[in-house]
């Protein structure tokens, strides 16, 4: 098996990339007041150490859950085979693992872990984009544990009234007991200000 730097597709890239831009350009019709961004907290979420570290064992049982939900998984419709303990875990796999464990009052409104979220009111959460990078083969059966960490975050439209919070993430995957990193993840969100809705309350008859 080859393990390479691998890439989103030239097409989803290319959309993402129309996304990112429109966004940056995009002025909304409802502007949000600076005074209700709480820049302050804001500033202070920006600075502060951000880390998670989560493990997991790669159990066959949770990877047939996952051959079987996504059986063209390798372009084919051929029988399903369960894995075998100490085979290689496909490429992309892993993100059927490594959740956050969190009560579910914890989760803000639309489900999202708050670990590298920004405060209040940045709740609308958007992908903008990520990468992944396999430098060494996880195998079925093994305990694994990812190191997330915020790498660099950045405002902006705060000028035109359009405020943006871009984070992004950095995600080290390493086996128990290794020091070598097997998978190297990198993921891109943009984080938006809550709006009220614009549309009136029907008045009944």
Same mark, same amino acid.
Not at 135 to 148: M, N, Q
């Given at each position: ?122 709740? #609308? ?34 000028? #035109? ?25 990198? #993921? ?10 614009? #549309? ?6």
């Amino acid at each position: 098996m080859c393990f390479q730097s691998i890439r989103l597709s030239r097409r989803t890239v290319i959309m993402l990339s129309f996304v990112a831009s429109t966004l940056s350009k995009r002025r909304f019709l409802s502007t949000v007041p600076s005074s209700s961004l709480n820049l302050e907290a804001l500033d202070k979420w920006i600075v502060s150490d951000k880390k998670l570290t989560l493990s997991d064992t790669l159990h066959p049982e949770h990877v047939s859950d996952l051959y079987i939900t996504l059986p063209t998984r390798d372009g084919t419709r051929k029988p399903y085979t369960a894995p075998a303990i100490g085979s290689p875990l496909g490429y992309g796999h892993h993100l059927a693992f490594f959740h956050p464990r969190n009560p579910e009052n914890t989760l803000r409104w639309d489900g999202t872990d708050v670990d590298f979220c920004p405060p209040e009111p940045f709740t #609308r959460r958007m992908w903008a984009g990520g990468k992944i990078h396999w430098k060494a083969p996880l195998h079925v059966g093994e305990k694994v544990t990812a190191y997330s960490e915020m790498r660099d975050v950045q405002k902006k439209g705060f000028e #035109r009234g359009s405020p943006m919070v871009f984070v992004k993430q950095q995600i080290e995957y390493k086996r128990d007991g290794s020091d070598d990193v097997a998978i190297e993840e990198e #993921r891109s969100h943009v984080y938006l200000a809550a709006q009220a809705s614009s #549309r009136g309350v029907k008045q009944g008859a």
